[in-house]
Each structure stands twice: as structure tokens, then as C-alpha cells.
């Protein structure tokens, strides 16, 4: 391990020093207001940049992965600078969304160009960043080639209301959704034991409908989610699956069965509880849960009202 950190920093140091190289390269020679001359290197007078900072804590000896990704942050949001990586005439840096918005280098005031900072991302290829939601607890540190797809479905990014559909704008941690959902969506009704019967009434209500139920056992609680969607031409499609309110991981630890019955027929499938994490539309889009259109809704109706038998088990 400890060679692998020395290699680490050898090549970080090589790429610094080769940064160095490049920016002298563009030296050139300018006169100061005073007549004097000075050295001025292109796209950053006076050396006053993060590129300069990047030397600097190379020259010190302290260019530790977490020294040189905090020379990245972006100076308006705080996020990072990450490849590709653009300047200001005056070799100021900011991160590519905040670049889209403005007209000025929030730091010196001067015209944005499209210069781009070459050696500030051969560095960025090699540094380590932490993920954006490390304040919540994820410790990953990741190539910036990597951040994106981590932070996309990181464990520790907020948690979206679990409910279908999109009235509930509500997000939060983990720890708040069943508060939330308690106290925001006091009509969902929770039964208790690890075998009950979601019941779905009015199943012949015309136009897309959804029925919730939560079922709580093993120490979790579930969301049973029976969805109705309108297709062409009229025709109705019924969605059944239940998520976790919990993480991917925690999921994994479990097995749900969904199983319609009446008038001598049956109807069952088995999978992983999704987390909420993930949500229930990607699983709908893909028809990985229970599927089935009117003409089946019909044959295990009664009266207008679904019954299907949900049971969780602990793999």
C-alpha cells in the first residue's frame, strides 16, 4: 500500500512538473506601467492563478491529493473546476456550469474567453475528488471521469418522496421519508406482518390512478405500489411492485412475491424489492414487476376491487 501511495504522488508530481514545462514554453516578455520589464506568463499576469497555486504547492512539497483538489473549487459555487477546464485572461477558473452563466470572471471582473487551462487538467487527471455529497456522509474519492456516474446514484444523495407520481416535491435523508411520509400523506394505510393482502378499490376508475399501501415487517417498512396508465388506443395497463424504504444494499436482503387469486386461476411474481432510491417508473418502463391489462384485472375483480397478496422474506 505504502508503494502505491509513493507511485501515486510520483506520478502527480511528474504531471505537475510537466505542467510547469508547458507554461514555460509561453513566457514571454512584457513592460510594465513603469517602464520596467517583467516576466509574464500567457493567460496569467503576475502568476495569480490556480495553475501558479498548483506549482506553488508542488515547490512546497505538501502536493497531496487533498491539497491539489481544493485548487479546483470553483470560486461562485464551490464545486469543482473539472476537465474541460476554461480561463479568464488573468488565469482565473470556473466550473463549466457556472461558466455557462457568466459574462465576467467573478474574480478579477475581466471577459471570459475560451482559453483552455491545459495543465490544470492534465493534474485533474490524476486527482482524486470527493463525491458532492461527502457532507452527507459518502466517503468516495473518484477520478474526475468517474464523479459523475458515482454521484448519479450515490447512496448518500438526498432521497426524493417515495410516493408516485409528481405533486410531492419533498427530499430529504433516509432517516426522514417515513416521518414525511406520515405526516405529508396521512392517507396510506400500514399493515403489520410479513403476509397481507393489498387491496385496491375502484379499480374501474377511468384515466391513470394510484394506490399506495405501506406493509411493515423484518424492521423495515415497504411500499406496495398498484399503478394504472392509460396506453393507445384506450387501453388500460396495471403495474404492481414494491420498493424498500431503505438502501440498494438493504434491498438485496430481500425477496417480495405478489400473487393474484380467484375463480380457480393464479397469477405471482417474484423479485428484489427496489430501493426508493431507485423509484418505481424505471422498473415500469422496463415491465420488471408484476404487469397486466384490463381483461386480467377483470378475471380476479370483485366488484370492482383487486386484491393481491404480497408476501416479503428475508433471503
Known sequence: MHIEILEREKKIWVLVWWGLLFLAMSVGRQTSSSGKPRTHI??????????????????????????LANLFECPVCFDYALPPIMQCQSGHIVCQS???????????????????????????????????????????????????????????????????????????ALEQVMNHLMQQHKSI???????????????????????????????????????????????????????????????????????????????????TPRSIHDGVQSAIIASDCLVFDTNIAQLFADHGNLGINVTISMC
Not at 459574462?103 to 475581466?110: K, Q, S, V
Request: hydrophobic residues 35%.
Open 189 to 271: 394505510t400500514t399493515l403489520q406482518g410479513e403476509d397481507i393482502v393489498f387491496l385496491a378499490t375502484d379499480i374501474n376508475l377511468p384515466g391513470a390512478v394510484d394506490w399506495v399501501m405501506m406493509q411493515s415487517c423484518f424492521g423495515h417498512n415497504f411500499m406496495l405500489v398498484l399503478e394504472k396508465q392509460e396506453k393507445m388506443e384506450g387501453q388500460q395497463m396495471f403495474y404492481a411492485i414494491v420498493q424498500l424504504i431503505g438502501t440498494r444494499k438493504q434491498a438485496e436482503n430481500f425477496a417480495y412475491r405478489l400473487e393474484l387469486n380467484g375463480h380457480r386461476r393464479r397469477l405471482s411474481w417474484e423479485a
Open 42 to 67: 500567457s493567460g496569467a499576469p503576475g502568476g495569480n492563478n490556480a495553475t501558479s497555486a498548483v506549482v506553488a504547492a508542488a515547490a512546497a512539497g505538501n502536493a497531496n491529493n487533498e491539497n
Open 98 to 172: 457556472c461558466r455557462q452563466k457568466l459574462t465576467m470572471c467573478p474574480t478579477c471582473r475581466g471577459p471570459l474567453g475560451n482559453i483552455r487551462n491545459l495543465a490544470m487538467e492534465k493534474v485533474a487527471s490524476t486527482v482524486n475528488f470527493p463525491c458532492k455529497y461527502c457532507n452527507s456522509g459518502c466517503p468516495a474519492t473518484l477520478l474526475h471521469t468517474d464523479k459523475t456516474d458515482h454521484e448519479e446514484t450515490c447512496e448518500f444523495r438526498p432521497y426524493c418522496c417515495p410516493c408516485p407520481g409528481a405533486s410531492c416535491k419533498w427530499q430529504g
